[in-house]
């Protein structure tokens, strides 16, 4: 079974493990040239964090969070 292949806009959303390029940046090449190809650890590293179908989830446990640290204070 093949690993689902990411959109490349989620990839380029985490730094590359490999080559450490930033976020929202093309990796690079070992010639320090931007490369069209991501690297297999970037893209593992995108499949970690939270899809975008996620999103939505994270965003309200974040929200939750604040909520309760409202209430807390309060
Ligand atoms: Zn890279």
């Not at 970037?42 to 309200?60: G, I, W, Y």
């Amino acid at each position: 079974m093949k690993p689902q292949k990411l959109p490349l806009k989620h990839i380029l959303s985490v730094r590359c493990p490999m080559c450490g390029a930033p976020p929202n940046e093309r990796c690079k090449l070992s010639s320090g040239h931007p490369s069209f190809q991501t690297h297999f650890d970037r893209d593992a590293a995108a499949a970690k964090v939270s899809a975008p179908e996620n999103f939505s989830q994270a965003t309200m446990r974040v929200v939750w969070e604040g909520f309760r640290g409202i209430f807390q204070k309060g």
